[in-house]
Nanobody
């Protein structure tokens, strides 16, 4: 498992941008590179959903609802994962969670609130 800390959430108007960051300060580099890193989100009254994934080989996947607007990237040397969110919409409002998975074990960050006003 890995200890994860998110940052970068906030309030933004529709059409704006935010960059979320997820750090793994207590994990050594050689362990971090073996994790599949993901961003999830959960809106009030809805189930948690996968937003974006970056695998150990650097490949990425996105939910259809964010394709073309969100970009996930990983910085292994600094043990960080970022989520760049452009063209934000009110329906993107949610708590965003960073998650790391390795060997069937998953860890979660505490979450960061993103609110998009119309």
């Amino acid at each position: 498992q890995v200890h994860l800390v998110e940052s970068g959430g906030g309030l933004v108007q529709a059409g704006g941008s935010l960059r979320l960051s997820c750090a793994a300060p207590r994990t050594i580099f050689s362990v971090f590179v073996g994790f599949t890193m993901e961003w999830y989100r959960q809106a009030p009254g809805k189930e948690r959903e996968l937003v974006a994934r970056t695998s150990t080989d650097g490949s990425t996947n996105y939910a259809d609802s964010v394709k073309g607007r969100f970009t996930i990237s990983r910085d292994n040397s600094n043990k960080r994962v970022h989520l760049r969110m452009n063209s934000l919409r009110p329906e993107d409002t949610a708590v965003y969670y960073c998650s790391g998975e390795r060997g069937g074990k998953r860890s979660w960050g505490q979450g960061t609130q993103v609110t998009v006003s119309s």
